[in-house]
């Protein structure tokens, strides 16, 4: 859909060269925040050291979300080891496997079976999310019965994400359905 089968965030930190020294100049919210949507994507990097520039409750929130990564790290590897072979994107719009979700943009797929829901906005405590037709089980246990739509809490150690529990949900991206390689997941 956006011509690359895997992206990299941009560096956690950003270029905030003059912020090296202390905390002062770093937003630590956005840090963490920004460090979260990375934690779920192909690769990620940070500019500056978490441990030189956020205070303890930031750093943990960081840390938080490294074992996120690291517990999904085989599906985001084998997704690579997808895209290889298939040229599918590891970070996918919602349409790609719900179709009528193309107005969602906050949210994506990493696969075709679990949903990120990461946190955009400042101070957020909550957030709405979309979930296409199925069952699907958040990262604080709840299940959900889709189409719908939900509000989540978003503390600041949070990613939420959900896995589909059920394989009720269409996996065809519009276009041609009659590619071989579109097929129902399980």
């Given at each position: ?18 912020a ?8 630590q ?72 979700l ?51 809490c ?26 071989a ?6």
């Amino acid at each position: 859909m956006i011509g690359h089968a895997w992206t990299c965030p941009d560096m956690i930190g950003g270029g905030e060269i003059g912020a090296v020294g202390g905390q002062q100049g770093v937003d630590q919210e956005f840090f963490v925040r920004y460090a979260q949507i990375a934690a779920l994507s192909p690769m990620m990097q940070f500019s500056l050291p978490p441990a030189r520039v956020l205070d303890a409750r930031h750093l943990a929130a960081v840390h938080s979300a490294l074992d996120v990564r690291t517990e999904n790290l085989p599906l985001i590897l084998s997704l690579v080891d997808e895209a290889a072979l298939t040229g599918e994107a590891v970070v996918r719009p919602m349409a790609f496997h719900a179709p009528g979700l193309d107005d969602v943009t906050d949210q994506y797929f990493l696969g075709p079976n679990l949903i990120v829901a990461p946190v955009t906005e400042k101070a957020a405590t909550h957030r709405d999310v979309h979930l296409p037709k199925g069952q699907w089980q958040a990262d604080d246990g709840t299940v959900h019965t889709g189409p719908t739509r939900i509000t989540t809490c978003t503390p600041l150690d949070r990613i939420p994400r959900f896995t589909r529990v059920t394989d009720a949900a269409v996996t065809e991206p519009p276009g041609d359905q009659d590619d071989a390689r579109w097929r129902p997941t399980r």
